[in-house]
């Protein structure tokens, strides 16, 4: 039976690439590299970084261009129509990777950004493909590190009070469900700077953009003081670069954490 890798390979730096990866990463015959456009080629540079550093062995890199999402479509994981639209980008992509897997031969391995388990769909593309039932191969998740822990150490601080929950989100959900008291709220995949919308005057914010990566960007402070000039730096950095990854925590009544 083929098998199949799906590897954490942390937020960007190289180090964060654990042992375990990198046994995985010389297991590996191909390599499938989801792409996402000339905009967010800095993304399978570092992929190929890591690959050069850790992959001795002989092994070949295939491309896979990412198929187009609705974004059109507004809502959260309860909205019959958002669940609609994901379904079938899941379904594409299952299918462009079934392709792609089942014209070459050996170890396959996915190389996934922070960790499979924690709002990344190569998880589901892979069961995907199993259930199509056309490709049969057994895989393996090989755990990595998250934006979460390079968030938390970047601002060298605890992601929870002593005892309390840490509550992880989206921007959209966010803007419905604001920060709870007693809970760190830690908001992944907002591209509207979704914090501004959250009430409140006594909200702290740690924010981290391109975590792990050499123009790693931190900001932290009291939410209404510092969130124009976090709006500000997204904006540029997004506009230079051409793509943006970032994350942060909200806190209640925090003075530093």
């Known amino acids: ?15 964060q690439v654990t042992v375990q990866a990198i046994k995985a990463l010389r297991r590996v015959d191909v390599f499938f590299v989801i792409g996402k456009g000339a905009e967010k ?37 309860a909205d019959a129509a958002y669940q609609g639209v994901v379904a079938d980008w899941h379904e594409r992509r299952a299918e ?33 493909v199993l259930d199509r039932g056309r490709l049969t191969f057994d895989y393996e998740v090989i755990p990595g590190i998250t934006s979460a822990q390079s968030l938390a150490a970047a601002h060298r601080m605890v992601l929870h009070e002593i005892g309390e929950p ?14 709870a008291a007693g809970q760190s709220t830690l908001v992944m995949l907002d591209g509207d700077c979704s914090f501004t919308q959250v009430p409140g005057d006594d909200l702290y914010i740690w924010w981290g953009a ?3 990566m050499p123009d790693e960007v931190i900001v932290e402070g009291p939410l209404r003081v510092v969130e124009q000039r976090i709006v500000r730096r997204r904006a540029a950095l997004r ?3 051409g793509w943006i990854m970032d994350i942060y925590l909200l806190r209640r009544g925090a003075d530093r954490g």
């Not at 083929?2 to 937020?11: D, E, M, P, Q, S």
């Not at 690959?51 to 994981?77: C, F, K, M, N, W």
């Open 1 to 15: 039976m083929r098998k199949l890798f799906v590897i954490g390979i942390g937020a960007g730096d190289p180090d």
């Open 41 to 77: 080629q800095e993304l399978v540079d570092v992929r190929a970084a890591i690959l050069a550093e850790y992959a001795e062995q002989p092994h070949r890199v295939v491309e896979i261009a990412d198929p187009p999402r609705d974004r059109s479509v507004p809502g959260t994981g």
């Open 96 to 128: 462009i990777l079934e392709q792609a897997f089942a014209g070459t031969e050996g170890v396959g391995g996915i190389l996934v950004w922070g960790d499979p388990s924690l709002y990344d769909s190569t998880l589901r593309m892979v069961e995907r």
């Open 166 to 179: 840490v509550h992880i989100t989206t921007g959209r959900r966010i803007r419905e469900d604001g920060v």
């Open 210 to 212: 391109y975590l792990g």
């Open 239 to 241: 506009e230079r670069k």
